[in-house]
């Protein structure tokens, strides 16, 4: 299969239902070969966005360009975009070949050519010999690659995939999502891949964008959001975090010298100014000690083990905080006095 | 695009070079033009000075000039839309001006010789012309935005509302014209007195011994029977989804015999029962001494026949509200300690109050529309359906009366509609969606339960009894003076004489008419239909709500009320169609749309929409997607709409005995003939050998439908079921 492949550009895009705003002026670049990850709770418009670039719902304002084309007013049909949908939606009355050969034969290539084509797209997917069943002759898996082959095989200058494996069992989850990466790599396609599970997006992207309230509230490679979150929506979306408010003293280059209840800490600046701020604290970012030890004071409230770690919730002043430990000969009980302390160099500092 | 856009622009070019743009006098589809050499085509009849048809043609040359001269898309497609409706805006004034007999609009605005001279009606050349514009005009406009419309849902919603103007409104028009006819001209004044005339509205029955207006009569009958239906098929429907009743097969069946029964054979058999003659009415004369009175000619004659004739439809809408009744909610009423009964007052029934009303509008409507039961069972209780037929055929035939006894009926039934939409508007599809919830369904308490079969059984009892009688009924020789056992009437109907292999028997012609007219019928009914349904189901586009509403319309008029307006808008130029079978075949396609166009969607709405997106999104355009994977996939719901709108066009009576002629006579118009006879027995007969015909289309469909549905819709079902 020849590479070919396009860049995906949205121009203050507003996307409006009657009264309700599903996306608010968005802007994005996507680069050719990208897999770029649109990631976000649920109700915040990564599907609406992903259904703009297909064409199957049409910007109220904005510009869309696709390989720096202008299809903003092109619809579905006209646009060189596949996308794989969340129940697949394989035809039940054609056999896989026939599903995987629809978009080239009602582009009118010949039988012969579009069953081989279909059959080669099968194959990158694993799925050679398969083509003469029904879908409803697979397990749910191998629908899920269906619809990926039919996908792939129009050559499209982008892929969309929404929400791919939601339908699937948490393990073969992980494997499908590696092959989808694999074959994305491989044939060098654009993706825009849809989903509401961010280690999910950490394990397949090169870059996330983060949306919230039908806005983009990050866009960085999977590793910039985990440990430079721009907020503290981000910080607590990505990976598990504590949130807890302190005051910015004094900034000295990359580190900034900030209050945790009356405590002093030197943690990296993140581009924060001075003046109150929220600390985000990771779990691993924690130590429980024994209460003489400094740091915040603190009564554990809940401890579980869960084999290859222990989890604990404390009660500080600061509120209460989540935090990991190692499994030890003698861990914490619930109702114990401990006081947490802070690796200063894992804290990241978010505006309040 | 630019391709088809003049393809059909050639056709019409063509059309009018060569077809005849009247109608020629035998009709609408006549070939002798050809061989005549001298037929009045569209250019012809501009070189022999009907010069109000240029227009026409020289948009169409305009247009396909533009479509050649101008490079730009946009500009193009605006261009060419522009001119293609100027083209069709002509075609209509000429055709609404220029008028040989009937009421002329503009008659008072222009003042020539042409418009008094008039011209015949529109034919094949005027159809083919205007189709080509429409078409012209609907591409262009799918083409004239920045993008890339889709042609295909422009021009079939074009095509749509342009059959949707011309057949429903134009002739609704038409009777309001007449209703504010006077001599000579028109008049606003003269409308109110005759529309609340005391003929219509009078209020004294419920005073006095004198009877009330028409209208009141009418109103008091439907609300009557929307209770009783509602009541009864609520009944019904729980006894069905709520208790283990044995006979639920039975029940089931006497849902089905409704659709497949004439409207007035319910009438005839009550006849039978309860007329003066009736065997019930003997019984009880000669036992008791009571003298036969003829009571059944009155109100509750036709009370009892619409309550038999309704009731299986309020069952039909009522078991979809209350299995829609979600089980966990009652289980949940339960754990709180709730008994049964509380579970039902106070969570079931609230939950069924939106489906209660809707059965009950239903009703209303279904009862201020009938026509065959009040014509036979009338005489003492007129009602408005019956009145304004009488007014038209009576012996002094007065249409501007019936043109106002028409827009009462409009007007009540109307206003029903209108409450539907408003109170239950589009809830009434997404409950029945069969998505199943597990957990059971609370069980009536007994009291209810009891209240439910003594309700419910005497009435399933009676009908059997009705059905009955009308296969006993055609089987004796003189109703109610001489039971013995006789072939004749189906002999007289249906007679062979095989020595010259003659149909010889008096019901053959219009037996066979109906049964041609009903198959051309039914797959244009399931078309228009099945393509409304996916234009409303699959498309968004500006004005879609006032669109669904307009394809609806048409069920809230009565069918009286669409056989007056035919007759009033077809009998003259620019359409004139009565007499033919066309007119026929037209009035059934649009009776019968809407259900057709409910079918749909409740079949279109179980198809997931990612599948057509993906279609979409695969590179086909609406029409592959819909022919490759929207039709494949509705094939059951294809052969239903086929069916339904068959066998509605062989029972319907109301729209049709006033279009039916000589020449094409229909089953129905046929037997109330008899009825008016009082040739009861051939009528009876003929009526059961209806039903043993719809009974068979149907179970011809259902072996088909069962066939497939083993194949596909599991299919459907399973991928839904992984999704
Ligand atoms: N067809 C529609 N009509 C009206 N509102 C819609 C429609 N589709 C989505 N929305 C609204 O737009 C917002 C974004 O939806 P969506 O893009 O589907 O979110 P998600 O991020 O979960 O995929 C939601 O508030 C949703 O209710
Ligand atoms: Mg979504």
């Known amino acids: 299969m020849t590479k070919k492949t396009g860049s995906v550009r949205f121009e203050s895009v507003v996307k409006k239902y009657g009264e309700v705003t599903a996306l608010k002026k968005l802007d994005l670049s996507i680069d050719p070969g990208k897999l770029v990850t649109l990631l976000g709770p649920s109700g915040c418009g990564k599907t609406t966005t992903l259904r703009l670039i297909a064409g199957l719902e049409m910007a109220t304002e904005g510009k869309i360009y696709i390989g720096g084309e202008d299809v903003t007013h092109l619809t579905a049909t006209y646009r060189k975009v596949s996308m794989v949908f969340q129940s697949y939606a394989l ?39 398969f083509g003469d069943r029904l879908p409803s002759e697979l397990s749910g898996g191998q629908q899920q690659r269906v619809a990926v082959a039919r996908a792939i095989v129009l050559e499209p200058e982008v892929l969309l995939l929404d929400e791919p494996l939601s339908n699937l069992d948490a393990k073969l989850r992980r494997h499908v999502r590696e092959e989808i990466r694999q074959i994305q790599q491989s044939l060098g396609l654009t993706a825009v891949y849809v989903t509401h599970d961010q280690e999910e997006a950490m394990a397949v992207s090169d870059d996330i964008i983060v949306m919230n309230n039908a806005e983009i509230a990050q866009i960085g490679t999977p590793n910039d959001l985990y440990e430079a979150p721009s907020s503290a929506f981000i910080a607590d979306f990505i990976g598990d975090a504590n949130l807890v408010p302190c005051d910015v003293d004094a900034l000295d280059g990359a580190i900034a010298r900030a209050r945790v209840n009356g405590q002093k800490l030197s943690v990296p600046s993140n581009g924060i100014r001075k003046g109150a701020a929220q600390m985000v604290l990771r779990p691993q970012a924690l130590t429980l000690q024994k209460p003489d030890q400094p740091g915040l004071e603190g009564q554990i409230s809940y401890a579980a083990y869960l084999g290859k770690e222990m989890q604990y919730t404390v009660e500080t002043l600061v509120g209460s905080l989540f935090v990991i430990g190692p499994v030890q000969a003698q861990p914490f009980l619930r109702g114990d006095s401990v006081s947490v302390g802070i690796i200063e160099d894992q804290a990241r500092l978010v505006s309040a | 695009m630019k391709k088809t856009v003049l393809i059909w622009l050639a056709i019409g070019l063509v059309s009018f070079v060569l077809l005849p743009w009247h109608m020629t006098e035998d009709g609408l589809y006549d070939a002798t033009w050809m061989t005549d050499g001298v037929a009045a085509t569209g250019l012809f009849s501009i070189l022999a000075g009907q010069w109000w048809l240029a227009p026409a043609g020289l948009a169409i040359l305009a247009a396909i000039v533009i479509q050649l001269a101008i490079d730009e898309p946009v500009k193009r497609a605006r261009l060419t839309l522009g001119t293609a409706v100027a083209g069709l805006a002509f075609i209509a004034l000429q055709g609404l001006i220029i008028v040989r007999a009937g009421p002329r609009i503009f008659e008072t605005l222009f003042v ?104 009141i009569n009418s109103l008091f009958l439907a609300v009557m029977t929307g209770a009783g239906t509602t009541l009864l098929g609520l009944s019904f429907a729980l006894i069905f989804t709520r208790t283990d009743f044995r006979a639920k097969k039975l029940l089931r069946v006497l849902t089905v015999l409704p659709i497949i029964t004439p409207p007035f054979v319910i009438g005839l058999a009550l006849i039978l029962l309860f007329g003066r003659t009736g065997t019930i009415t003997e019984y009880f004369a000669d036992l008791l001494g009571w003298e036969a009175t003829r009571w059944l000619y009155g109100f509750w004659g036709i009370y009892f026949a619409q309550l038999l004739s309704f009731t299986p439809i309020a069952f039909l809408v009522l078991i979809g509200v209350v299995q829609g ?283 997931d929409k990612s599948l057509d997106e993906a279609s979409i999104t695969l590179g086909a355009n609406s029409f592959t997607t819909v022919r490759r994977v929207i039709l494949p996939l509705m094939g059951p719901a294809v052969l239903a709409a086929l069916t339904y709108s068959f066998v509605r066009a062989i029972t319907s009576v109301s729209a049709v005995i006033f279009l039916v002629s000589a020449k094409h006579n229909m089953a129905t118009s046929f037997i109330v003939g008899r009825v008016e006879n009082g040739e009861f027995g051939l009528a009876i007969a003929y009526s059961a050998a209806l039903i043993i015909t719809m009974l068979a289309a149907i179970l011809l469909l259902q072996l088909l439908v069962g066939v497939r549905r083993l194949r596909r819709s599991d299919r459907v079902q399973q991928i839904a079921k992984t999704a």
């Open chain 1, 91 to 129: 035809f039940p009355h054609m056999t896989v070949r026939e599903n995987v050969a629809y978009g080239l034969t009602v582009k009118s290539a010949p039988k012969a050519e579009a069953a081989q084509k279909a059959d080669e797209g099968l194959e990158l997917v694993g799925l050679a010999g």
């Open chain 2, 112 to 215: 020539s010789e042409a418009v008094m001279a008039g011209q015949p009606g529109m034919g094949a050349g005027a159809g083919i012309c205007a189709l080509a514009l429409l078409f012209a005009a609907t591409i262009s406009l799918s083409q004239s935005d920045k993008g890339q419309g889709d042609a295909f849902v422009v021009s079939t919603i074009g095509l749509i509302v342009a059959l949707v103007a011309i057949f429903v409104f134009f002739p609704v028009i038409h009777i309001l014209v007449r209703a504010f006819e006077v001599d000579g001209g028109y008049s606003l004044t003269e409308f109110f007195p005759r529309f609340f005339s005391s003929d219509i509205w009078d209020l004294s029955c419920l005073i006095s011994n004198r009877s009330c207006g028409v209208g």
């Open chain 2, 325 to 607: 009744v979600s089980p966990s909610m009652e289980e949940a009423s339960q754990t709180l300690d709730a008994n049964r009964w509380q579970t039902f007052r106070f969570v079931s029934l609230p939950l069924m109050r939106p489906g209660l009303a809707n059965a009950f509008l239903l009703g209303f409507i279904e009862s201020l529309a009938d026509f065959g039961n009040p014509l036979v069972l009338g005489s003492g209780y007129s009602v408005l359906s019956t009145d304004i037929y009488f007014a038209i055929v009576g012996a002094v035939a007065d249409p501007a009366k019936a043109a106002i006894l028409a827009i009462a009926l409009l007007t009540l039934t109307l206003t029903a509609f209108m409450a539907q939409r408003m109170w239950l508007g589009k809830k009434s599809y997404a409950t029945i969606t069969g998505k199943a919830d597990s957990g059971q369904n609370a069980s009536l308490n007994p009291i209810l339960k009891w209240a439910c079969y003594c309700t419910a059984l005497p009435w399933a009892a009676f009908t059997l009894v009705v059905y009955s009688m009308i296969i006993f009924g055609s089987f004796v020789k003189l109703w109610g003076i001489n039971h013995g056992f006789t072939f004749d009437h189906y002999i007289r109907a249906f007679g062979i004489d095989f020595s010259t292999g003659r149909f010889s028997g008096v019901a053959w012609d219009s037996y066979f008419t109906t049964l041609t007219i009903s198959s051309i019928a039914a797959p244009l009914t399931a078309l228009v239909g099945l393509s409304t349904a996916y234009l409303l189901v699959r498309q968004k586009f500006w004005g879609k709500d006032a669109f669904e509403f307009s394809t609806m319309l048409s069920f809230a008029i009565p069918g009286t009320v669409i056989g007056v307006s035919y007759i009033m808008a077809f009998n003259f130029p620019p359409i004139e169609l009565t007499g033919t079978s066309i007119i026929l075949i037209i009035v059934f396609v649009f009776r019968n749309m809407p259900v057709g166009v409910r079918g749909g969607i409740a079949a279109m709405s179980q198809l």
